[in-house]
């Protein structure tokens, strides 16, 4: 593989790595809804402020959100909404899998 073809599907990977976790990708949906602060993110995870912070952190070096610092309290947003796009993808496969376990199971001779 050429480097320059390496070099793109590495930044790919990092951008699948920051979202391959659950509760990224609930804050993710969470900022789908529009800018949240990180008090109010961490409270709908059930998590303390570094552990939220931590992921936002993750989410941010990869490019998904962007931050801005109001006084004391740092508010995030969606830096790429299209990432809402890659989710409904995702949703489609999961179905996907879905009916076709159904149909192994309703096939399947007992």
Known sequence: MPDMNRDRYQARAQVMKALAHPTRLFLVDQL?????CVCELAEKVDADLSTVSRHL????QAGLVKDEKRGQQVWYSLKVPCILNFFGCVEDVLHANARRARQVLTSRKV
């Open 57 to 60: 952190t993750v989410l941010r």
């Open 32 to 36: 789908a809804n529009g800018e949240r």
